[in-house]
Structures are given as C-alpha cells and as structure tokens.
C-alpha cells in the first residue's frame, strides 16, 4: 500500500524548501531519505504520529523555460496530481502577492485538503501579519518558522488528520510488479506484449492510487498477477511527459507499491544517470529487482554482445549484484514468456525464510573462513543469528559490540548468505544488535 503524500507548493522565495527539509530532516522520524535521488531534494519519507507518508518539494521539479507564472501553475498541478494532502506555503513578510492568488485560486477548485502555512513568521510579534490570509479562501493560516523549525508540526498534526484510515485488501498470494525506466524504454510496449502473450486477462481495475490502472492476470503456470502500469499514466500538458524528476517521482509511487520492479533499460540507448537513480531508489526499498534490457532486437551482435553489455551493467548498478538480468524485445517477443516466471521466482526468494539453526550453521562456517576483525586490541564476536523480517529478508545478528560489525564484514556475511541459499533478485539487509 503506497503512503499518502504531502505536496509543498507555492511562489518562489518563500522557503518550500527550507520546509521540505525540515520535515524530512531530524524533527521526525525519518523512514527514508531516498539514495540515488538525493541531490534534487524533491521527494522523502518520513513518519508523524504513527503514520509514514511522502513528501514532494515541488519547488524542486525544474520545469525549464516556463515563464515564470506558468511554473507556479505547472507545479500546483502536479501537486494536485500527486498528493492526498496539499501544503501551501507563503510569507508573512511580504504579504499576499498575484502569484499566491494564482495558486489558490488552482487549489481552490481541487478538491484536495490545503492547509495554509504562512513562512517567515520568526517570532510572536509578527503572528498578526498572517491575517490578511484569511483572504485566499482557504481556511485558517497556520503560522511558521522555517528556520527555526516553529509551527512545523502543527502542520503535520493538520495533515495526518486528513490520511485516510481504510486498509487496503491486499491478497498475499497475488504479486504486484510494475515497470519502471526512464520514458521511451518501452514500457507500454512491454506491457502489452507480455499481456498479449497468451495470458489471460481477468479483469481492468481502476488503480488504488489515482495515478495507474492495475491489470490483473494469471500467468501459464496459475500464478495470480498484479501490473502496476506507470507507464500509462498520462497527464496534462507536455510538462508532465518532458519533465524528468517528475518521471522519477512517479517510478517512486509505483515502486512503493510493488512487490518486484522490473527496470526497464532501453539497449539501444545504453545507462543512463537516472536509470541508476530509480534503480537505487527500488533498491533502497527492499523490494525485488529484474534488469530487463528492452529493444535487444535493434543491437547489431558480435561474439560477445550480450556478455559485455551485462558487464557493463554489473560495473554501472554493483550494488545491484543480485538482480538477474534479461534481453527482450516487446516488438519480436524474445523470451518475454520467460518474464512472468522469472518474478515469480524473484517474489518466493523475497519471501523466504530460512531457519535458524540452519542460518547459523552458515554464520559459523563463514567465521570459520574469514575470522572476524579486530579494532583496538577488541574482536567482534558473533553469539548467533535470526531472521526476522521478509520482502526483503532481514537478519539480526547478535554480537559484542555493533560498532565492531565492520561494513565489510555484514558484506562478507550477505555473500556467504546468499551462496547458501536461493536470494536471487532480492536484497538481504543485516541488521547487528548487541547482545543483552
């Protein structure tokens, strides 16, 4: 189930930014702070009484020449697309402008909660300059402080309240996956070719999210399926389609979603830098990974096409190690009969649990091989170890000392995990715990 998402929208130069940051900064918990997209700062998550959701820091998404109005506009909209709870952000200092009119009046017709947080409010003498913001309509303005971090969480205790409460019905034994890359890797094309491969289609559903259309369908072997198509999301305007954070955004919606990604990378293209940004991002996430290498059909072959290429992909996505990769074609259907069959296997790997007996047998023999290090004269030691989560498998293991855990050492350990055991296109995280 995807987190609700809170947008920050309004003019320039009235701190959103500032704002963005100290929501997803060290006044809440944070759940994560998405690696691999990082330096553009338009997208985390984080937790406020009890509840995760995303953030958006429109101000983030570059929409290029746009005239300057125009921008405003663009960037309300895709909030409005977006999110399930709009934060509209102006300044005490200068007062209502033309540009915070034109914003409310976009939001004003969206029928989307806006809480009204009036910035630059940096003490308790300047609270009765937020009055005249009684007049964009739309409610009561919440006085804050982006710099100093004032009035931050009355806003998220506003916000929270509009999450909805429902739980979504989720059906284990069905798996969610969905398609992402950058644009015009063919991912429609895949779509309807792997739906056109002698599935059967049971029904179109309108998607949980107001952004894709689910399509559910049994595979050959009667495994149930559920398709998450970003790649049919279409939305107003060529900002939408030309825009690539936003792209990024989206892939982010539906990752969150999923079960197993497929990333999707265009052959006759080659890697690009945001492809490594939203794999890093499904990654980071936990969930299962398949590198589908689109439009194989239109590379010319040598000996050793296929195997450079996949050299090539190891050496640009190594933290991606051990995600399978797969040559396709949607327009000649080259092993695309495979696909289905290959998440399958990808979601039981997700899914498996080793117990731990077993698992610590691996543990011992793997010290037995390489002893564990020192620091200061002090060694770590390793009691025992457990699995305590799935989707992705995670591990506890107890020790002396955490600090003495050495990166190295976790990753030493992951390897000699995964070579005992199936974990093919799933990440194992290890999580070391001092024993009490």
């Known amino acids: 189930m995807a987190n609700p998402t809170i947008a920050i929208v309004g003019r320039p130069n009235v701190g959103k930014s500032t704002i963005f940051n100290r929501i997803a900064g060290e006044r809440i918990s944070i759940v994560e702070d998405t690696p691999g997209v990082t330096r553009d700062r338009i997208y985390a998550t984080g937790e406020w009484l009890g509840r995760e959701f995303s953030i958006i820091d429109t101000g983030g998404i570059d929409l290029g020449d746009e005239p ?239 195997r450079d290429f996949e050299e090539e992909i190891r050496d640009e996505f190594q933290y991606l190690d051990y995600a399978p990769i797969i040559f396709v074609s949607a327009k000649t259907k080259q092993r695309l009969n495979k696909l289905p069959e290959l998440i399958e296997e990808v979601s039981m790997n997700q899914n498996m649990r080793i117990p731990s007996a077993i698992l610590n047998d691996v543990i011992m023999d793997a010290v037995a091989i390489n002893p564990t290090p020192t620091d200061k004269g002090k060694r770590l030691k390793i009691f025992y170890g457990t699995q305590v989560a799935v989707k992705p498998p995670t591990f506890v293991i107890f020790v002396n000392e955490e600090e003495l855990m050495h990166f190295s050492y976790a990753r030493f350990l992951e390897n000699q995990i995964r070579t005992a055991f199936t974990f093919e296109g799933t990440p194992i995280r290890i999580i070391p715990r001092r024993r009490k």
């Open 68 to 306: 300057f109005m125009d921008q405003i506009k663009h960037q309300a909209e895709i909030a409005i697309e977006e999110a399930d709870v709009i934060v509209f952000v102006s300044s005490a200092k200068e007062g209502i402008t033309d540009a915070d009119e034109l914003v409310a009046r976009i939001l004003y017709k969206s029928n989307k909660p806006v809480i009204l947080a009036i910035n630059k409010v940096d003490n308790p003498e300047m609270r009765t300059d937020i009055y005249e913001f009684y007049g964009l309509g739309l409610g009561e303005p919440y006085p804050i402080s982006g710099s100093h971090g004032l009035g931050i969480g009355d806003v998220l205790d506003v916000a929270v309240k509009h999450f909805s409460t429902e739980q979504e019905e989720e059906d284990d034994s069905v798996i969610k996956f969905s398609l992402i890359g950058r644009p015009n890797v063919g991912k429609s094309s895949l779509i309807n070719a792997i739906l056109g491969e002698d599935r059967v289609i049971v029904s179109d559903i309108e998607g949980t999210t107001r952004d894709a259309i689910d399509t559910h369908f049994v595979s050959e072997s009667g495994q149930e399926f559920t398709m998450i198509d970003t790649a049919g999301m279409r939305k107003r305007g060529k900002v939408y389609e030309t825009t690539e954070k936003y792209s990024v955004m989206r892939a982010m919606r539906a990752i969150e979603r999923s079960d197993v990604v497929l990333m999707v990378l265009n052959a006759d293209e080659g890697i690009r830098e945001q492809d490594k940004r939203i794999a890093g991002y499904a990654h980071e996430e936990g969930r299962g990974i398949i590198i589908v290498v689109n439009k194989w059909d239109l590379v010319e072959k040598e000996t050793n096409t296929m």
